[in-house]
């Protein structure tokens, strides 16, 4: 993935819709179908795909040797990331987009397992001091993005049982990467991947 570059909307800088998050995907040979054929990136930034990132972000942080010179990156480019990402939640909700740079746009829903993967790699982050919150807004985002989750996607069963909803089965670049494709797949009911991002969500979340 690379980063939302100042060309092409929907991501000009100065727009409502500029993130400076990363794109799904990078084709440096320019010649996938979904490839920009200036810079090679797809046309959508997918949630879901950042959230993996952000994950292994604070994950790798926590086992990689803080003596060899690419720690220092990683925790770079999660402390830039980190307030573009507190900046693209819904100012309503609290949660984000299956698709960031498309906000409210026909079709575009909240997807959960990117709100789980985001609300576990923010509060970690910040308790384990990678990502600077110095005036608490990066946990305030967290907390109401799990409040959310909690209250929408987490539903009680007659038997005593609970299901997950709203996360999206897949989001691949095997085809165009278009935003109708994106919004036309599925979501499923108690998918891991949504559903095992909540869990450690919630773990990080009993820490606050």
């Known amino acids: 993935m690379i980063s939302s570059p100042p060309t092409l909307p929907p991501g000009l800088p100065g727009s409502v819709n500029y993130t ?36 292994a972000l604070v994950d790798v942080l926590d086992i990689f040797p803080k003596t060899n010179s690419a720690y220092l990156s990683f925790l770079s480019i999660l402390r830039d990331l ?10 309503e909700t609290g949660v984000w ?8 746009r026909a079709g575009n829903y909240f997807e959960s397992s990117a709100t789980a993967m985001f609300v576990y790699s923010l509060l970690k982050g910040v308790r384990l001091g990678y ?9 305030k985002t967290a907390k109401k993005a799990y409040q959310y989750m ?12 609970m299901d997950w909803l709203n996360t999206v089965s897949v989001g691949s670049l095997s085809g165009n990467g278009t935003y109708e494709y994106y919004i036309s797949v599925d979501t499923d009911v108690n998918d891991l991947k949504g559903l095992a991002a909540f869990l450690l969500a919630s773990l990080e979340y009993e820490q606050l």
Not at 97 to 104: D, R
Not at 131 to 139: A, H, K, N, Y
Not at 150 to 161: E, F, H, K, Q
């Open 20 to 55: 400076g998050l990363l794109y799904h995907g990078y084709d440096y040979s320019h010649t996938a179908p979904w490839a920009n054929a200036d810079r090679g990136h797809s046309p959508e930034i997918w949630s879901r795909a950042l959230g993996w990132y952000f994950m």
């Open 82 to 91: 980190a307030p573009k990402l507190r900046d693209t939640a819904d100012s």
């Open 97 to 104: 987009w299956l698709i960031a740079t498309q906000p409210g």
């Open 131 to 139: 990502i600077p919150d110095l005036d608490g807004s990066i946990v």
């Open 150 to 161: 909690s209250d929408n996607w987490v539903i009680a069963n007659p038997d005593g049982t």
